[in-house]
């Protein structure tokens, strides 16, 4: 089992900028890629950014240059960094991991992200 517990959250002008940290714990030697996903009001769950346990990285097209993963193994832990936040990215951005070599994966519990105009 994987725990993983999200961090960062909050309210934020427009303009301005949030790091979001994801913290894993549990079995971690069994987790291959992290990555961050959000879902606005009314909205399905998307995807925003994907690291691989390499460092591989893969991001929705509509948010690369703005938001920037990274990921700490020692410290089991992924960061997303969001620069030049827009009222549309306000949404509960939740942190994935999945497990290597199996279709498991886990979810942390979301941080909510509110982008004030």
């Known amino acids: 089992q994987v725990q993983l517990v999200e961090s960062g959250g909050g309210l934020v002008q427009a303009g301005g900028s949030l790091r979001l940290s994801c913290a894993a714990s549990g079995n971690i030697f069994s987790i291959g890629s992290m990555g961050w996903y959000r879902q606005a009001p009314g909205k399905q769950r998307e995807l925003v950014a994907i690291?691989?346990?390499?460092?591989?990285?893969n991001y929705a097209d509509s948010l690369q240059g703005r938001f920037v993963i990274s990921r700490d193994n020692a410290k089991n832990t992924v960061y997303l960094q969001m620069n030049s936040l827009k009222p549309e990215d306000t949404a509960v951005y939740y942190c994935k991991a999945n497990q290597k070599l199996s279709p498991l994966v886990y979810w942390g519990q979301g941080t909510q992200v509110t982008v004030s105009s």
């Open positions: 690291i691989t346990s390499s460092g591989t990285i």
